[in-house]
């Protein structure tokens, strides 16, 4: 029997490569997206496949489908930090009565809740690296808190629908991922720095580049959420690579592999801009059996190759 796989935000970044992946394991999946910063170019590959359905709806407002559902992911957010400035009230939005609606809605159909968490809600980190006992260091007026705090509300409205109304829930905790989908212009490191190294113009590092974090490649991300929902797992779970580098390493790793003649120059920090950030995995590997495979060169190759495409018109 298909399983039914309800996805919000399945037309973003990180959405449109989990219904790639559950269409792939033989479930049917609901993709739900107000188009925010999804778009539908993103799952457009998937178009013909019959166990697909998209749903263009703000989750923020209502959250209703007909027939059964047996998983709802809810990933709806602007994720990268340019749109969650731009968008701070739909953010929180979304981070609020948008999950309450997803909880509601998993309720109500008996499904599994999986809710995408982030490595913001440990804040500007004062432990490296940070295991999912760590409570965090949160500016909460900042302009980051819009995101941060709306991923915390969300944490603690998850494990309440689990501790009070006994729904099946997860929480991962994603950390910095890259890949495939990404857009060019979403303000987030690895897309600003290759679409910068491809035109040969200068490479915009924040501060004097020494802050770091530590990528993971999409595929190895949603490889890791795809267990944690067959999981019996409630409490939150670090998704990520533990490859800490500093910003001005990847600017010169991503100037290497595109041969790029771009030079570094130096920005603003922007405000509570963590300076360290690495995932603890050990959870992860002892539970899911999880660790991640894609080393960075090859994972940004990839990665470089399709901003590439996308520049020739050929990419989604
Ligand atoms: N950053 C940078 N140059 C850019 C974009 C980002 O130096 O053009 C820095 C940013 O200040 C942060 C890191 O890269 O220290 C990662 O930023 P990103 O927006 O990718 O994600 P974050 O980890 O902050 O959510």
């Not at 993709?31 to 799952?43: F, S």
């Not at 992911?73 to 930090?81: I, N």
């Not at 595109?258 to 590997?285: E, F, H, N, Q």
Request: one cysteine or more; glycine letters at 8%.
């Amino acid at each position: 029997m298909k399983k039914t796989v309800l996805i919000t935000g399945g037309a973003g970044f990180l959405g449109s490569h989990l219904c790639e992946l559950f269409l792939a394991k033989g479930h049917r999946v609901i993709c739900v997206d107000n188009l925010l910063t999804g778009k539908t170019a993103n799952i457009r590959h998937l178009a013909k496949n019959k166990d697909l359905e998209f749903v263009k709806q703000d989750v923020s407002k209502a959250l209703g489908v007909p027939g059964p559902v047996n998983y709802v992911l809810h990933f709806a957010s602007p994720a990268s930090p340019p749109d969650y400035m731009k968008y701070p009230i739909a953010t929180l939005d979304v981070g609020s009565r948008g999950t309450r609606n997803a909880l509601d809605l998993a309720e109500s159909k008996r499904a599994v809740f999986l809710m995408a968490s982030t490595s913001e809600v440990y804040g500007d980190p004062l432990v490296n690296p940070q295991p999912e006992s760590y409570w965090g260091n949160v500016n909460s007026i900042g302009p980051r808190s819009c995101y941060d705090e709306a991923k915390r509300f969300s944490e603690a409205l998850t494990m309440a629908y689990h501790r009070y109304r006994k729904v099946d829930t997860k929480i991962v905790r994603i950390f910095n991922t890259y890949g495939e989908r990404m857009r060019k212009n979403d303000g987030r490191a690895i897309p600003n720095f290759a679409c910068q190294a491809l035109a040969n113009k200068p490479i915009t590092v924040y501060g004097d580049g020494s802050q770091t974090r530590s990528f993971c490649y999409v595929s190895d991300l949603v490889d890791g959420i795809y267990r944690l929902s067959a999981s019996a797992e409630h409490e939150p779970v670090n998704i990520g690579n533990p490859n800490e580098i500093t910003l001005l390493t990847l600017a010169k790793i991503i100037i290497k592999l595109t041969g790029s003649k771009s030079k570094v120059i130096y920005k603003p920090l922007p405000v509570d801009d963590p300076k360290v950030r690495r995932p603890d995995i050990t959870k992860a590997k002892k539970i899911l059996k999880w660790s991640p495979k894609v080393r960075l060169e090859e994972g940004l190759a990839r990665t470089i190759n399709y901003f590439k495409a996308s520049a020739r018109g050929l990419g989604t």
